[in-house]
């Protein structure tokens, strides 16, 4: 696994929020409102908030949870679902089996009219947040980071393992 330095804001220990993650990934509204809340403190003023897919192939509760972030956060900050993947096992689930995921292909593309929106949030000097619900092998956030390398990664918690 590698190493590579993720610039994660907002994340809190994924033990302090463990039941919340799991709520949000079962798109229970509360807790989406709840960690929304939580994170829109967290988010800098004009973000542009790109979804993270999950293991799906499209945003489903990070989708979410960046339209319920944008609200509360205000700032002018925008959202954009402009990425995509491949359909897949959970990553934890495979490292859990003992799976090497390094270098594991996500099929993470644009969609949409991300060149376009993500030029204009540059020329505008937009901070460029890819949102997530937990951090954990950090798998997912550097393959759009490789997509998006001018972003930082926001989420609720942050397991550390990305960094081992």
Same mark, same amino acid.
């Given at each position: 696994? =590698? *190493?590579e ?6 994340? $809190?220990?994924?033990? =302090? ?7 949000v990934? /079962? ?7 709840e960690?929304a809340?939580?994170?829109? +403190?967290?988010?800098?003023e ?6 993270i897919p =999950?293991? %799906?192939?499209?945003a489903?509760? #990070? ?5 319920m ?6 700032k002018?900050? #925008?959202?954009?679902?402009?990425l !995509?993947g491949d359909?897949?096992e ?7 089996? +003992?799976?090497d995921? !390094?270098? &594991?292909?996500l099929?993470? $593309?644009?969609h =949409? /009219?991300?060149k376009k929106?993500? #030029? *204009?949030a $540059?020329?505008?000097? $937009?901070? &460029?947040i890819?949102?997530d619900n937990?951090?954990d092998?950090g798998t #997912?956030a550097?393959?759009c980071?490789?997509?998006?390398k001018?972003?930082?990664?926001m989420? &609720?918690g /942050?397991?550390q393992? %990305?960094?081992t």
């Amino acid at each position: 696994m =590698s *190493t590579e330095e993720i610039h994660v804001i907002g994340a $809190r220990p994924y033990e =302090s929020v463990r039941e919340l993650c799991h709520r949000v990934k /079962d798109n229970d509204d509360n807790a989406i409102r709840e960690a929304a809340h939580y994170l829109a +403190g967290q988010v800098p003023e004009r973000a542009l908030i790109v979804p993270i897919p =999950s293991r %799906w192939g499209f945003a489903t509760n #990070t989708l979410q949870l960046a339209r319920m972030t944008v609200l509360f956060a205000g700032k002018r900050c #925008t959202y954009a679902n402009i990425l !995509k993947g491949d359909f897949r096992e959970s990553l934890y689930d495979l490292k859990k089996a +003992g799976t090497d995921i !390094k270098g &594991i292909d996500l099929g993470l $593309r644009f969609h =949409s /009219d991300a060149k376009k929106i993500l #030029t *204009t949030a $540059r020329i505008d000097k $937009r901070p &460029i947040i890819l949102l997530d619900n937990v951090i954990d092998t950090g798998t #997912t956030a550097r393959a759009c980071l490789h997509l998006i390398k001018d972003a930082m990664v926001m989420a &609720i918690g /942050d397991t550390q393992n %990305w960094k081992t």
